[in-house]
């Protein structure tokens, strides 16, 4: 599989790697790492193929579910069976970047020139701050992204996905490299830091309750009478 590298940054020189898959394997996992390798949003990345007999003018076949990476992989194996000495190779494209240029390219020069009054740009780009982040959570003992809970010690892999959320809140100012964003998938780190400062603060701020003694003075056998069976306690008028 040959997987386009910078389709992402603007003005960026877009060059290929090849990796390899086996055809089992699931369109999700698929999909996490070759948007992993393309530093792109699995929540809004849109890919395609295409191989060697399609023509450059077409646009790339649509691969965004399982029943389509499973066509892909048997055409590829159908031409890999036909070729004598030709190589086969699914090529995938950023169908994102693709729409955009072909609709910039559409576009009359005329609007090019920038309006003051128009609405800024809604889409962000933290490629940047995921390459980063990837980068400092790269783990040489388990070969993942895994980190390193302050508290415990103990290596919690990340996937592609809490990867693309954590350097989306650090795009955003809300986390840092260091620390997590407060969120549901990360409930699991913050939870044993919450509980952590929470017995500490508990403990030390728990007000210390006075001891109370009670003193009962014996009872003796002259403060007791016995009165046609019945027990009572002499009392002096």
């Known amino acids: 599989v040959s997987v386009p590298l910078n389709t992402g940054v603007v003005g960026g020189r877009v060059s290929r790697v090849q990796i390899r898959f086996p055809v089992d394997i699931p369109f999700g996992d698929f999909f996490s ?7 792109l949003d699995p929540v809004n990345a849109e890919l395609g193929y295409k191989f060697h007999n ?12 399982e029943q389509q990476l499973r066509e ?33 390219a559409a576009r009359p020069r005329r609007d090019e020139a920038v309006n003051d009054n128009q609405d800024p740009p809604t889409s962000m780009s933290f490629a940047s701050e995921l ?31 809490n990867l693309t959320l954590w350097a989306k809140k650090i795009f955003l100012g ?10 549901a998938a990360f409930d699991h780190v913050l939870k044993k830091r919450r509980l952590s400062s929470t017995n500490t603060s508990s403990a030390s701020a728990a007000p210390a309750l006075p001891t109370i003694h009670v003193h009962i003075p014996p009872i003796t056998k002259e403060a007791l009478s016995d009165t046609r069976g019945h027990r009572q306690v002499n009392t002096s008028r």
């Open 54 to 65: 399609d023509r450059v003018r077409d646009a790339p076949h649509q691969l965004s579910n």
């Open 174 to 183: 809300e986390a840092t490299y260091e620390k997590p964003p407060e969120m």
């Open 33 to 39: 790492r070759i948007c992993a390798k393309m530093d």
């Open 72 to 104: 892909a992989f048997e055409q590829g194996c159908m031409l890999i069976k036909r070729a004598r000495s030709r190589r086969v190779v699914l090529e995938i494209h950023n169908l994102v970047r693709e729409s955009r240029q072909a609709a910039s």
């Open 131 to 161: 390459r980063e982040l990837k980068n400092k959570l790269d783990c040489e003992k388990h070969g993942k992204f895994c980190y390193i809970n302050p508290i415990s010690g103990d290596h919690e892999a990340q996937d592609i996905y």
